[in-house]
Nanobody, 118 residues
Framework: QVQLVESGGGLVQPGGSLRLSCAVS????????MGWYRQAPGKEREFVAT???????NYADFVKGRFTISRDIAKNTMYLQLNSLKPEDTAVYYC????????????WGQGTQVTVSS
């Protein structure tokens, strides 16, 4: 099994930046795909970005160059750099892991709140 712990969320003004972190309980190379998802009030959880064990990345269309997913293998940590934040980015952001890269993530973190407001 995999344990995931997100951190780095907070309150920022429109146009601001945050860096979210996801600490992973096992070697990242043992996980096929890791990613970030978000859920706003009244909406379903949606895909934001993923990174495979090979380092390949994929992003949702709404990112439009504003977000960057990355990882630090030595620290077993995945990151999501959020830039040019908009109020509509407000959501709980979750770290997910798909050990075998099939379907939705098998494991989830507890989430970290990102609020974009003036």
């Amino acid at each position: 099994q995999v344990q995931l712990v997100e951190s780095g969320g907070g309150l920022v003004q429109p146009g601001g930046s945050l860096r979210l972190s996801c600490a992973v309980s096992r070697n990242i190379f043992s996980i096929d795909v890791m990613g970030w998802y978000r859920q706003a009030p009244g909406k379903e959880r949606e895909f934001v970005a993923t990174i495979s064990f090979r380092g390949s990345t994929n992003y949702a269309d709404f990112v439009k160059g504003r977000f960057t997913i990355s990882r630090d293998i030595a620290k077993n940590t995945m990151y999501l750099q959020l830039n040019s934040l908009k109020p509509e980015d407000t959501a709980v952001y979750y770290c997910g892991a798909a050990v075998y890269g099939v379907g939705t993530p098998d494991y989830w973190g507890q989430g970290t709140q990102v609020t974009v407001s003036s």
